[in-house]
T-cell receptor, first 114, second 113 residues
Framework: NAGVTQTPKFQVLKTGQSMTLQCAQDMNHEYMSWYRQDPGMGLRLIHYSVGAGITDQGEVPNGYNVSRSTTEDFPLRLLSAAPSQTSVYFC?????????????FGSGTRLTVV | GNSVTQMEGPVTLSEEAFLTINCTYTATGYPSLFWYVQYPGEGLQLLLKATKADDKGSNKGFEATYRKETTSFHLEKGSVQVSDSAVYFCALSDPRGYNKLIFGAGTRLAVHP
């Protein structure tokens, strides 16, 4: 099925560990984003990309890195996990910057940092 | 800067009741407005959208009208069902810098039989 695939669905990390959250889409969308969802705060933009090789910071980029080597993949790297990064992470993609068709979201990765 | 404010939840209704979830926004330029829905354990799904003033978005019995004069985009449904229980997010697409989505905090809706 076409869409946005995120892996893993659940992850527990110890403080200081690093990991990569994977995101892949098969819709040939140019625009991809990473959000984190925290209770009472909606979704906040971490990083986004407007095409292969082009990324930029969002609202809460500290502690996260991204790269976009292909149109399909947009991994999010946690460099040194902290308890404040406990959250649900969503990847999203769009064909037109979301203006007319909105964004397609993955099912999320629930991350706990202990 | 741009922002979205939604009414706090949870909103608890009986089946077939009328639903209104208020959403107001602050933006420069001319944003597009969206409602997304998140069912338990799932990602967000686009529910409806409006791209210019006075547009009405509609889907699955839900409606919202883009009111520029009141900077609002309230979500309404005439008769809710138990299956509508979810979290609803109002969002705007920032026209500056790649149309990033800016979300409200979300409103949880619980519909009881």
């Amino acid at each position: 099925n076409a869409g946005v695939t995120q892996t893993p669905k659940f992850q527990v990390l110890k403080t200081g560990q690093s990991m990569t959250l994977q995101c892949a889409q098969d819709m040939n969308h140019e625009y991809m984003s990473w959000y984190r969802q925290d209770p009472g705060m909606g979704l906040r933009l971490i990083h986004y990309s407007v095409g292969a090789g082009i990324t930029d910071q969002g609202e809460v980029p500290n502690g996260y890195n991204v790269s976009r080597s292909t149109t399909e993949d947009f991994p999010l790297r946690l460099l040194s996990a902290a308890p404040s990064q406990t959250s649900v992470y969503f990847c999203a993609s769009s064909q037109d910057r979301g203006q007319s068709y909105g964004y397609t979201f993955g099912s999320g990765t629930r991350l706990t940092v202990v | 800067g741009n922002s979205v404010t939604q009414m706090e939840g949870p909103v608890t209704l009986s089946e077939e009741a009328f639903l209104t979830i208020n959403c107001t926004y602050t933006a420069t330029g001319y944003p597009s407005l969206f409602w997304y829905v998140q069912y338990p354990g799932e990602g967000l799904q686009l529910l409806l959208k409006a791209t210019k003033a006075d547009d009405k978005g509609s889907n699955k019995g839900f409606e919202a009208t883009y009111r520029k004069e009141t900077t609002s985009f309230h979500l309404e449904k005439g008769s809710v069902q138990v299956s509508d229980s979810a979290v609803y997010f109002c969002a705007l697409s920032d026209p500056r810098g790649y149309n990033k989505l800016i979300f409200g905090a979300g409103t949880r809706l619980a519909v009881h039989p």
